[in-house]
């Protein structure tokens, strides 16, 4: 691409000085030069052609001279659009004024041609590298807006109705996700089986960014695909696993804990692939840590067969699932906030309903970590059976 010069100056010998000294550069489409008498004329081509890189540009013309004209072009506030003053030798309170106008150089008249050449060609480095700044910085935020739309459809992967299930009157749900940037690796979701039963998943995927977002989308799919025919949850996770270490092509895994709940009985058959273990809140008071068996990550090693737990909640009692965003939060002192301060948060909690209890452990959380910035997704689940009256 030529460089786009505009020389403005009410002396007609300097366009023939210019259009000779540079016209080899002139025949290669190197430079590229348009010209104007007075600053208003240059002010209407550059409207018709906002594309000019250098304006050579006198000071004292008729109209409009220099100094009004380049406060005009500063106004357009474009980076790589330099501006060359020209004037008298002796004119240099003019030429101070547009240096502190912000001019880029200046040359003096009789115009030396080859310093001349020399400050365009400085200008053209400037410019170059304003041109490359604005493209990175146009690139940028085309990703930016590419990651909000990506986080927007991630968070609608996600259920956000609650009460998700209002015909099961004994049955109380609550989730939420906090990605740590726009989008996150962790997901949620929850499910109908047949009459009786519920699917309820929670899951932490290695890795941030986009690479992880879609390792999520694939995974969530899969699970809820499968637990619709699979008999039990290791059986789905078994079966999940496979599917995903044959379509893996970046070596990523995710944490899953799934569970199935019959919401009648309260029993739940229950999988972990590597995830942090459950708490139940009994009602009187006790929190117990559910102890499922220590299986494998998902995405690992396509012949693994999981193993499940059986476990159970009474009517007024809450199963809490968590990702290690929670327990892995930490102060400004690098404190974890850990295991024990959230059991500690859920002692106090046994009593209320699903959505209390997320909420006030985010609270305790927020408390706890303060100002320092959240280094991973946040997400928890919480299913509670309700005492029917």
């Not at 489409?29 to 304006?55: K, Q, R, T």
């Not at 699917?199 to 390792?215: M, Y």
Request: aromatic letters at 8%; proline letters at 4%; glycine letters at 6%.
């Amino acid at each position: 691409m030529a460089i786009k010069i505009l020389s403005v100056d009410d002396e007609q010998d300097l366009e023939v000085l210019l259009t000779h000294y540079f016209r080899r550069k002139i025949r290669k489409g190197e430079y590229e030069f348009s010209f104007a008498h007075n600053g208003l004329e240059a002010l209407n081509l550059m409207v018709e052609h906002p594309d000019f890189d250098i304006i050579l540009s006198d000071i004292n013309m008729p109209e409009m001279d220099g100094l009004t004209l380049l406060s005009k072009i500063n106004e357009r506030r474009n980076p790589a659009q330099k501006c060359i003053m020209v004037s008298a030798y002796g004119d240099m309170k003019n030429i101070r004024t547009a240096m502190n106008r912000g001019a880029f150089d200046f040359a003096t008249k009789p115009i030396d041609m080859e310093d001349l050449a020399q400050t365009i060609e400085k200008a053209i480095e400037e410019i170059n590298y304003a041109k490359q700044s604005q493209c990175e910085h146009q690139q940028l935020e085309s990703i930016q807006s590419d990651l909000t739309l990506a986080g927007e459809i991630q968070k609608a992967i996600l259920p956000c109705t609650f009460p998700p299930f209002p015909e099961i009157k004994n049955l109380d749900i609550y989730a939420s996700m906090t990605p740590a940037k726009e989008i996150g690796g962790d997901f949620y979701d929850f499910f109908r089986l047949g009459n009786d039963r519920i699917g309820f998943v929670i899951a932490d995927v290695s890795g941030k960014g986009v690479p992880a977002s879609l390792f999520m989308a694939v995974s969530c799919t899969l699970i809820r695909s499968v637990a619709q025919t699979a008999e039990s949850s290791c059986k789905c996770l078994t079966e999940v696993n496979r599917l995903l270490c044959r379509a893996n092509v970046n070596t990523m895994f995710v944490t899953v804990f799934y569970g199935i709940l019959n919401y009648r009985t309260g029993a739940i058959d229950c999988t972990s692939a590597g995830h942090n273990p459950p708490y139940i809140l009994h009602t009187d008071g006790e929190v117990e840590c559910v102890k499922a068996p220590a299986n494998f990550v998902a995405g690992g090693f396509e012949d693994i067969e999981y193993k499940n737990y059986l476990t159970q909640i009474e009517p007024g009692e809450s199963i809490v699932l968590y990702t290690d965003g929670v327990t892995e939060a930490f102060n400004d002192k690098k404190e974890l906030f850990g295991e024990q301060r959230l059991e500690n948060s859920l002692l106090e909690l046994y009593y209320e309903d699903a959505r209390t209890i997320v909420e006030e452990v985010h609270s305790d959380l927020k408390e706890f970590t303060g100002d320092t910035p959240q280094s991973d997704d946040i997400t928890m689940l919480v299913v509670k059976r309700i005492k029917e009256e």
